[in-house]
C-alpha cells in the first residue's frame, strides 16, 4: 500500500506562495499519475492539476492555469505544488494522490491525508 505524506500548506496573505510537497512511501511512484485535488467547506473534492507518470502535465483547472505548477522527481518519490499569487478562494484542504488514467478518466488508488491551505484577505 502507497502511502502519500503532503506537507507545506499553512496561512498565507493573498497574493502570497506555497509549496507543497507529496513524499510517496515507495519507489513506485514513478509508474503512478499524480494530481492534486483540493475540498473547501461545503464543496465538492475537485481535481487542480495532474501529471503523468513521465512528467507530462496533462489537466489544469482554469482556476489555477498560469498560478499553480505541479512537477515531480521520481528519483525522491516527491510530487510538488508550486502555488503563486494565491486568492482567498483558494483557501481549501489540499489532497495529493495517485493513480491511473484510461480513457482520459483519472482513477485515484491513493490519496494523502490532506494538508489545509489557508489565504487571508
Known amino acids: 500500500q502507497v502511502q502519500l505524506v503532503e506537507s507545506g500548506g499553512g496561512l498565507v496573505q493573498a497574493g502570497g506562495s506555497l509549496r507543497l510537497s507529496c513524499a510517496a512511501s515507495e519507489p513506485t511512484l514513478g509508474t503512478y499519475a499524480m494530481g492534486w485535488f483540493r475540498q473547501a467547506p461545503g464543496r465538492e473534492r475537485e481535481l487542480v492539476v495532474r501529471?503523468?507518470?513521465?512528467?507530462?502535465?496533462?489537466y489544469h483547472a482554469d482556476s489555477v492555469k498560469g498560478r499553480f505548477t505541479i512537477s515531480r522527481d521520481n528519483a525522491e518519490n516527491t510530487v510538488y505544488l508550486e502555488m503563486n499569487s494565491l486568492k482567498p478562494e483558494d483557501t481549501a484542504v489540499y489532497y495529493c494522490?495517485?493513480?491511473?488514467?484510461?480513457?482520459?478518466?483519472?482513477?485515484?488508488?491513493?490519496w494523502g491525508q490532506g494538508t489545509q491551505v489557508t489565504v487571508s484577505s
Open positions: 501529471i503523468s507518470w513521465n512528467g507530462e502535465v496533462t
Open positions: 494522490s495517485a493513480g491511473i488514467v484510461r480513457g482520459g478518466l483519472y482513477k485515484v488508488n491513493h
